[in-house]
């Protein structure tokens, strides 16, 4: 696939798009291998909704990941992999061993009664084989769902079950910086409550003692022993589904957002391309997860698709120490490299002494991803570690988007501090306002919509399209609602401020306030709680909860520390709060509802502007809130 070269082709690309959206797909759809071609580009209606791109074409995506690639890249490498512990071995994996090692694991998923539509549920650490049994999922049409390693027993349980998964593939164990956590255990009390998993394929990773069942439990390194490394692609159709990712909303339980194949192909690779302006033998490195979209679409299916070198870590920025990610640059001489703002933050606190001992200088674009980055960050990122020599791209998208839809493309586009600035090729953002009206013209704000469907759009949410519809394309008749604030400059250029709705973004991940809500409430003393984000100065938000308990005896800071291990047990570390107040009421109207406004004014510390408060049941629940602040 070709590349967008200058500032001016990207002018005449977009207008393409949006002139004729169906020619200038099909012309990037052509440059992949399909096994036949589609008979229409692209069907579409935001009602139901119904979005299908490439219709009856037929593919496999690991075909175009590895298979395509064999002629001319077979002894290229496809994957580093650089371990927790940077005093142990580096992996390499050319394009020929990938494409075994994907081929084999295909048929040990197989050998365990997998078939095409099956739902296979990963919960790894950042291993090679992670990324590997994602691609044998997709070999065999196995639709996989990654749940990210950091997820409590009864979060992956959630996600199984909704799943329907039949196998579930783990490891004994995982490294992050100086912990070592066992995932092994947690899968065994996560698995009490799934009955669908039949099998259980556990990664040897860090040898520590754990429990195999013998009904159900399988060590990978002997699975891949009885079965032979030829597996031919499973024919799939454009419209089928890949992947299912969970991810939070602002009410209820997480949402399988499910992505298609031929679509989410065309779009991975090419935001891919375009965006980091990738070029043969550049070395691309994405600190993110697989267990979040960020690596999905940019560790493995886009890089794999462009033929590029993509680095998966296992480890931390910050072990053995906040040098880390800046060693890793240069040991491997990294050209592209993509984080979150909350790392930048994180290691700009270290200062710059630590950057010294290292060159960075073959980097040439820098990303940013999963939350809004500010300027002090963003102007540090540029300087300290580009040297003013980089590009930074700001790249917005969501789970829900399957790729980048606003951003710089690097070293094309003039870029600005806090703006992810214009839209890719193909994508038609708009701003409305509360009334659902489009606001036309610059220098203007409001919450951010797409008007046209571009190809890795989300389809459904598994198994509940209802709720795929009252979320995305019922609050704004005929447009996908992406729940994002946004402002539009003088000269045209986005700015996304945040989420408008109750949806917080701690660390560059997104959490439902009422999960954590859920959470609380599940420890016994706990009456009601409220949830809001809060400002914070690494992580961009922070966790505050107003909770009012039962009468009871128990020292607040026992209770805190209880409380936190609740929401440990019900979601994970990372959705404990930050900060927790016990109140004796909670702002509501007359009707029930909880002011949030109210409550995130006062988490922010800003108690003097805080509006109309007339309308409360109880406004002196208010003040008794500001007065009890510790
Ligand atoms: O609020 C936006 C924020 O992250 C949300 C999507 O989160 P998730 O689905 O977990 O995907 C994260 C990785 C793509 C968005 O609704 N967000 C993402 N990127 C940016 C951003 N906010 C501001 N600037 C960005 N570059």
């Given at each position: ?125 950042m ?19 990654v749940v990210f390693a950091g997820f ?24 992050r ?68 990712l969970y991810t939070s909303g602002?009410?209820?339980?997480p949402?399988?957002v ?17 965006v ?9 490195w994405c600190t993110a997860d697989i267990g979040w979209i960020t690596g999905h679409s940019y560790i ?13 870590f296992?480890g931390v920025p910050t ?6 990610f ?11 490299f993509y984080t979150a703002p909350t790392a930048i933050r994180a290691l700009q606190a ?16 820098l990303g940013s991803v999963g939350e809004p980055i500010n300027e002090e960050a963003w102007?540090w990122y540029?300087?300290?570690i ?6 930074i791209v700001d790249t917005w998208w969501q789970t829900e988007t399957g790729g980048i839809l606003i951003s ?10 806090t703006?992810a ?61 992406t729940g994002d604030g ?9 700015r996304i401020t945040g989420r408008?709705d109750?949806v917080i973004n701690v660390s560059g991940h997104r959490i439902g306030t009422?999960e954590v ?16 984000g809060f400002t914070h100065p690494i992580k961009g938000q922070g966790i ?27 979601i994970g570390p990372i959705a404990k709060?930050d ?52």
């Amino acid at each position: 696939m070709k590349k967008i070269e200058s500032f001016s082709e990207y002018q005449s690309e977009y207008q393409k798009s949006i002139e004729n959206p169906e020619l200038f797909w099909e012309e990037k759809a052509n440059t992949f291998n399909w096994v036949s071609k589609w008979n229409k580009v692209l069907n579409w209606e935001f009602q139901s909704p119904k979005v299908e791109w490439f219709v009856g074409g037929k593919l496999n995506i690991t075909e175009n990941c590895l298979d395509r690639h064999l002629k001319s890249k077979s002894n290229k490498i496809a994957i580093i992999w650089e371990p927790n512990n940077p005093k142990d071995e580096i992996i390499k994996i050319t394009y020929k061993e990938l494409h075994q090692k994907v081929s084999t694991f295909s048929n040990v998923l197989k050998s365990h009664g997998v078939r095409k539509g099956d739902r296979i549920c990963l919960y790894m650490p950042m291993v090679p084989e992670l990324a590997i049994a994602t691609l044998a999922c997709a070999r065999i049409g196995a639709v996989h769902s990654v749940v990210f390693a950091g997820f409590s027993a009864k979060a992956l349980a959630e996600r199984i079950n909704d799943a329907e998964c039949n196998v579930l593939l783990t490891s004994d164990g995982q490294y992050r910086g100086k912990k070592q956590l066992c995932l092994k255990n947690i899968a065994d009390e996560a698995l009490l409550s799934c009955d669908s998993i039949k099998s259980c394929i556990v990664l040897k990773r860090t040898g520590e003692k754990i429990s195999m069942r013998l009904d159900r439990d399988f060590w990978w390194h002997e699975e891949i022993q009885k079965v032979n490394s030829f597996c031919p692609v499973e024919v799939m159709d454009s419209e089928d589904p890949l992947f299912i990712l969970y991810t939070s909303g602002s009410t209820g339980k997480p949402k399988g957002v499910q992505h298609h194949c031929g679509g989410y192909m065309v779009y991975a690779e090419y935001s891919f391309r375009n965006v980091f302006q990738y070029e043969e033998n550049d070395i691309y490195w994405c600190t993110a997860d697989i267990g979040w979209i960020t690596g999905h679409s940019y560790i493995v299916y886009g890089p794999l698709l462009a033929g590029a070198t993509t680095i998966m870590f296992e480890g931390v920025p910050t072990y053995p120490n906040a040098g880390r990610f800046w060693d890793i640059c240069d040991k491997h001489q990294v050209n592209i490299f993509y984080t979150a703002p909350t790392a930048i933050r994180a290691l700009q606190a270290y200062g710059t002494e630590i950057l010294k001992p290292y060159s960075l200088g073959s980097l040439k674009t820098l990303g940013s991803v999963g939350e809004p980055i500010n300027e002090e960050a963003w102007q540090w990122y540029f300087k300290n570690i580009g040297k003013e020599k980089c590009a930074i791209v700001d790249t917005w998208w969501q789970t829900e988007t399957g790729g980048i839809l606003i951003s710089p493309l690097s070293h094309i586009t003039k870029t600005k501090p806090t703006y992810a600035t214009l839209p890719l090729p193909g994508i038609q953002p708009c701003i409305v306002d509360a009334d659902g009206c489009e606001i036309i013209g610059n220098d203007v704000q409001g919450n951010l919509c797409i008007k046209f469907p571009w190809p890795s759009m989300i389809r459904t949410i598994y198994r509940d399209h209802q709720r795929c519809k009252d979320v995305y394309f019922s609050t704004y008749k005929g447009k996908y609602f992406t729940g994002d604030g946004c402002r539009r400059d003088t000269d045209g250029l986005y700015r996304i401020t945040g989420r408008v709705d109750d949806v917080i973004n701690v660390s560059g991940h997104r959490i439902g306030t009422a999960e954590v809500e859920n959470g609380i409430n599940e420890h016994h003393l706990v009456i009601e709680s409220a949830v809001v984000g809060f400002t914070h100065p690494i992580k961009g938000q922070g966790i505050y909860a107003y909770i009012i308990l039962e009468k009871n005896s128990i020292s607040e800071d026992l209770l805190i520390k209880e409380i936190l291990e609740t929401v440990n047990i019900e979601i994970g570390p990372i959705a404990k709060p930050d900060k927790i107040q016990f109140v004796s009421g909670l702002p509501k109207t007359r009707s029930g509802k909880i002011m949030r406004r109210i409550l995130r004014k006062i988490a922010d510390g800003n108690f003097s502007d805080l509006g109309d408060t007339s309308t409360l049941l109880d406004p002196t629940v208010v003040n008794s809130i500001i007065y009890n602040i510790k």
